[in-house]
């Protein structure tokens, strides 16, 4: 819808400049030179943009894409200095930008189609700009040789052939983009998609009212500029996406470098404290066992915070469950029944409640009822998502006894999912958790 929006207003707009002149231009050197100028910076800009994006990525697309980018800048580099002396152009001056335009508008079109795949050597991207550069002097130099056989610009049909390529080729680089943005998460791809729709409907302009004099502004200038424009925000949003990345990769850092701490401090000492305690023969055994029975649930607090810390953000619910739950079974020599959905979806916070619960309620489980089967399930039903923890312990009254911190805990964590927490259990007959959201 905004899309389309835009596309209504820059064609209102094209109009409204088309009246103004019966030639559908209006005579404004100093304007011209300023929109060769912004779309100059702005190709440019985007072009040191993608320059970063392929030194990460390493792909044909991004570097074809780099490569188009840098020679449409040049044109209007170079076409802006040359309308900045207020002189005659000339021949040369008027064939050559429409020339690099059409390799650049190539190369574009080439980016779009190209699959996402990473070229082979990752050493030559230093030099990613030399096949443009040295393409670009070879168009200089045939244009600069040929300069007084060249046809005059504005007095023949012969610059609707640069404006007939680039159209082309910014109409198949539309569709291409937009088709890969549907089926990637890439920020620039989607931008660039409309971007280069614009800059075909702006050739198509220049094709039904092709321009007769010089430093005129015509509705097909300010459609070109209104693509440029599109491309300014897809650099913003390049930009942003970038810095995103960048902090999403010091927190990934952190928690490994925090993660490799943990190990060789925290659980390091731990197992040496157990394994010192264990040794001891005293009278006191009861004291002993309460030792090392917090010990041991220090050490699986730890080893659950490491596995937290070096936990991919996008792991599914079902499979942390399966191997957090897992983990313990094997600990503790209890048979494991699992019934996951693994179609469930939940956000980081959320899935580290769920585990978290899970893991306290099989904890529970072992060290208070004297288990040997502990069944997960993980499922939805018509209230929503859930999630049940049964045993067939020994159970407990849980209106007769004290509620432990655990069970707060639970709770606690359950009902800021935002969900529901219920607690089922009853002497020899095991107990039941179940969390609802």
Known sequence: MALALLVVVLAAAAVAVGRWEREFGYQSAAAYLVLETVDACVSLLLAYL???????????????????????????????????????????????????????????????????????????????????????LVISVILYWRKDSLPEFSTTNAPLVPQLVTFTCFAVAAVGFTMQARSRDDVLLRWLGPACAVGAFARLNYLIFPPSRENWLYSGSVLRTASYLLLLIAAGREISRHWALQAEAAVVEDRRRLAREMHDGVLQEL?????????????????????????????????????????????????????????????????????????????????????????????????????????????????????????????????????????????????????????????????????RW
């Open 50 to 136: 993608v320059y970063g994006r392929f030194r990460r990525t390493n792909t044909w697309q991004d570097l074809l894409l780099l490569q188009g980018l840098v020679v449409l800048g040049t044109a209007n580099a170079l076409l802006s200095v040359t309308l900045a002396k207020n002189e005659p152009i000339g021949a040369f001056g008027n064939w050559l930008p429409p020339g690099l335009r059409i390799v650049g508008t190539l190369l574009i079109a080439a980016s779009a189609l190209v699959p996402d795949r990473q070229a082979r050597r990752r050493g030559w991207r230093h030099w990613a700009l030399a096949p443009v550069i040295a393409v670009m």
């Open 271 to 435: 197992g040496y404290i157990r394994s010192e305690i264990s040794a001891f023969t005293v009278a006191d055994r009861q004291r002993v066992e309460r030792i090392l029975g917090a010990s041991d649930r220090a050490l699986d607090e730890a080893r659950q915070m490491l596995e937290a810390l070096g936990r991919s953000d996008d792991e599914p619910l079902g499979l942390v469950l399966h191997r957090a739950i897992d983990q313990l079974a094997q600990r503790y020599g209890v048979t494991l029944d699992l019934e996951l959905d693994e179609s469930i979806v939940v956000d980081r916070a959320q899935r580290h409640s769920l585990v978290r619960i899970a893991r306290e309620a099989v904890l529970n489980a072992v060290r208070h009822g004297k288990v040997d089967r502990v069944r997960v399930e993980l499922g939805r039903d018509y209230e929503g998502s859930r999630l049940r923890i049964s045993d067939n312990g020994a159970g407990f009254d849980p209106g007769g006894s004290r509620t432990g911190f655990g069970l707060i805990s639970m709770r606690e964590r359950a009902e800021a999912l935002p969900g529901i927490f219920e607690l089922t259990s009853r002497p020899d007959e095991g107990t039941t958790v179940v969390v």
